[in-house]
């Protein structure tokens, strides 16, 4: 089965906030083979952000970060490049007020005709009436 991941459930798998039990096993589902992760070149810089704002508020140290790093960018997940993405991602987020760093993710889901996770309830809250419900799936709702 082929799923969007987003930055915000990749972090959730390494740093312990609310949900990372759910982010965790995501992430075993990929090591056993059940999913296929599958997310836009965006999600690097995204994680990359979120780890920086982490370590500004002393909530990560400088090791734990890099290590974080090094995990996040081994995790096997089919990279789509945000070129050819874009003017879909670009039209979604017109469409349904989201910002197009989210629409990015929601277009490699529409084109991959799947799904795409977040710890975003405001994300899923903002397509629940658009044509692209459908599209997305809030982490802490289970598989």
Known sequence: M??????SVVIKAYV??????KAE???SRLADGELVLLAPDLLY??????LWKKRRL???????????????????????A??????????IAMQS????????YVAVARIYETRMITAD??????LAKTEFSGCVQWLGAGK
């Not at 309830?121 to 903002?126: D, G, S």
């Open 2 to 7: 082929n799923l969007v991941i987003d930055a």
């Open 16 to 21: 312990p906030e609310i949900l990372s039990d």
């Open 25 to 27: 096993e995501v992430l």
């Open 45 to 50: 810089p995204e994680t990359g952000n979120i």
């Open 58 to 80: 002393h909530e990560l140290t400088v090791a734990e970060a890099d290590e974080i790093v090094d995990a996040i960018t081994a995790l096997p997940i089919r990279i789509e």
């Open 82 to 91: 945000s070129r050819p993405v874009m003017p879909l991602a670009v039209a």
């Open 97 to 104: 007020g989201i910002t197009v760093y989210d629409a990015m």
């Open 121 to 126: 309830k405001r994300l899923v809250e903002a």
